[in-house]
Nanobody
Framework: EVQLVESGGGLVQPGGSLRLSCAAS????????MSWVRQAPGKGLEWVSA????????SYADSVKGRFTISRDNAKNTLYLQMNSLKPEDTAVYYC???????????????????WGQGTQVTVSS
């Protein structure tokens, strides 16, 4: 059974940091590029960041560039998102998802994603 389980969300003050994790199982994690995607209250899905299967290439949405860092540990089947300088507009449910497309970066071509986690809530508020 394929599973993607996010963790690490929570309540943080503006300017603070959080590190999200996504534990993968049931598929060959090291063969897939992975993305972080978020959904703010009342809004649609927003692509945040992606990393290729080997971890050597990354891409970020302009809204998080310079503040967020995506990484992965294929030996541990785990994806990470380090989030610094958090803003209230970063408040959302954050999902990890596996991508099987061919045109880098994955961005918001949702039809090219197959496995999704259940999400973890990130709330940035004073």
């Amino acid at each position: 059974e394929v599973q993607l389980v996010e963790s690490g969300g929570g309540l943080v003050q503006p300017g603070g940091s959080l590190r999200l994790s996504c534990a993968a199982s049931g598929f060959t994690f090291s063969s897939y590029a992975m993305s972080w995607v978020r959904q703010a209250p009342g809004k649609g899905l927003e692509w945040v960041s992606a990393i290729n299967s080997g971890g050597g290439s990354t891409s970020y949405a302009d809204s998080v560039k310079g503040r967020f860092t995506i990484s992965r540990d294929n030996a541990k089947n785990t994806l990470y998102l380090q989030m610094n300088s958090l803003k209230p507009e970063d408040t959302a449910v954050y999902y990890c998802a596996s991508w099987y497309g061919s045109s880098w970066p994955p961005a918001s071509r949702w039809y090219e994603y197959d496995y999704w986690g259940q999400g973890t809530q990130v709330t940035v508020s004073s």
